[in-house]
């Protein structure tokens, strides 16, 4: 099995997202052999550090022993069942233990199998228990411009609304991050004082918005939020699929904010990789809410017959396990030290618009002028440039647009994360000499 003939199949037969934007005629997927830890092989035996942990999913690395054990332990016992009307262990224990992890109140657990499915069903759970709750016209909903939590929704998804982004890369540098942050609430405070007898519930990415361009923001934000919703009667999701399980820092971004919200949902890392898992956490509140109404509830989300999948749920175990264990958020604080030191000879740079960074995620945003930060045009694909060069040094980037991020797997080493820094800057280099 070769790796050109693979492409040439791959090309052939397969669709890959994004395909079109990443420039596939000029540069094809590269097939992968293998993987162990933080490096991908090729069947050429090349190998390729990955800087992104796959999007965030890998979080212990590839090939991970503990989770690899406890897939194939899961294998020879327990297939799909119908979760409506079944359980099995596995998925019992999830529950008990992300409710035991997650911040104050959060009690019951709902388990899916993708990032769409849980923001889907917080949805319509918040919207349900509106209903049930007597106040029926409670259906929009809100969120942050350019937020990545209404992508993927189903043409069933109900109305949204839009609020200006405390983004702080657009904050003026006489202005600290938390006074702009405040500034930027105020739309959202008029808004739910406005319209709060017709909004279910508010919902954000914490921290970052990812799909934005990985802009960040403030957490006074969060706090203001959940003192407005308190206030307004509406209910506050935090879509932390991307984020949460110790990107931050914290176990949970909201945790930055010292607040809990009334619906939380989680997903890329939890199932290590092996599997695909999500998780919507809520309030006695809401789950009472529906629950205990006279009339016979309906589904709270379109029915997923992949939910509570025993395998995924068993891989999840043991990536909490991971973190029981190796005390992981106290180690990964060496390596958010490190990506903040070798990435420091950026912030000088006169292509770098901004270097942000929250715990072990840092983004390097391009830019044709510093002092106005002036975007390059996006036909002139800056960032894909750096991705190429990258790619030929054995590094894995995966660029949004041009900004340029590091999402390393927890168990990378220091060392590795000076490697990826470096390739970085002579891809940069190479990227913003020509037009």
């Known amino acids: 099995m070769s790796k050109s003939n693979l492409i040439k199949r791959d090309l052939a037969s397969l669709w890959h997202p994004g395909a079109r934007a990443r420039g596939y005629d000029t540069l094809p997927p590269i097939p992968i052999r293998s993987a162990e830890g933080v490096w991908l092989e090729d069947f050429e035996g090349r190998r390729y550090v990955d800087a992104i942990s796959c999007g965030g999913i890998n979080l212990f690395g590839h090939s991970n022993p503990r989770l690899a054990a406890a897939v194939q332990s899961s294998l020879s016992t327990l297939q799909q069942i119908p979760f409506t009307s079944l359980s099995h262990a596995p998925a019992i224990e999830l529950a008990e233990r992300l409710c035991a992890l997650a911040p104050e109140g959060l009690n019951h657990c709902r388990l899916s199998d993708n990032r769409a499915s849980a923001i889907v069903a917080a949805l319509r759970i918040s919207a349900n228990f509106w209903v049930k709750s007597g106040q ?31 983004d702080a890369f657009l904050c003026d540098v ?154 992981v958020l106290q180690t990964n604080q060496e390596l958010v030290n490190r990506l903040t030191e070798v ?65 390393p797997p927890y168990v990378m080493a220091p060392e590795q994360i000076e490697i990826i820094a470096e390739v970085v800057w002579q891809g940069l280099e190479l990227a913003t000499a020509t037009n």
């Open 136 to 166: 029926p016209k409670k259906q929009k909903f809100v969120t942050m411009e350019r937020s990545f939590p209404t992508r993927g929704l189903d043409p069933m998804s109900p109305e949204m609304l839009y609020v200006p982004s405390p």
């Open 174 to 327: 006489s202005e600290s991050h938390e006074t702009w942050a405040r500034r930027q609430f105020l739309p959202m405070d008029e808004l739910l004082a406005r319209e709060h007898s017709e909004i279910a519930a508010v919902i954000i990415e914490p921290l970052v918005q990812f799909g934005a361009g990985i802009r960040m923001y403030d957490p006074i934000y969060m706090t203001l939020l959940r003192e407005a919703c308190n206030r307004h009667d509406v209910h506050l999701i935090i879509d932390d699929t991307t984020m949460g399980l110790g990107r931050t820092g914290k176990m949970f971004a909201c945790e930055h904010a010292e607040i809990s919200p009334d619906l939380l949902c989680l997903c890329n890392g939890l199932g290590g990789g092996y599997a695909s898992v999500s998780a919507v956490l809520g309030n006695d509140s809401i789950y009472q809410g529906i629950f205990t109404a006279k009339e016979e509830p309906f589904t709270l989300a379109h029915p997923n017959r992949d939910s509570g999948n025993a395998l995924a749920c068993s891989a999840a175990l043991a990536t909490l396990d991971i973190f029981a264990e190796d005390n």
């Open 343 to 407: 990435t420091q000879p950026f912030n000088d740079h006169p292509n770098i618009g901004e270097v942000r960074q929250t715990g072990m995620l840092l983004a390097i945003e391009v830019v044709e002028d510093n002092v106005s930060n002036t975007p390059y045009p996006t036909e002139q694909r800056r960032g894909h440039r750096i991705f190429e060069y990258a790619l030929k040094q054995g590094v894995l980037l995966q660029p949004i647009g041009d900004v340029i991020y590091f999402m």
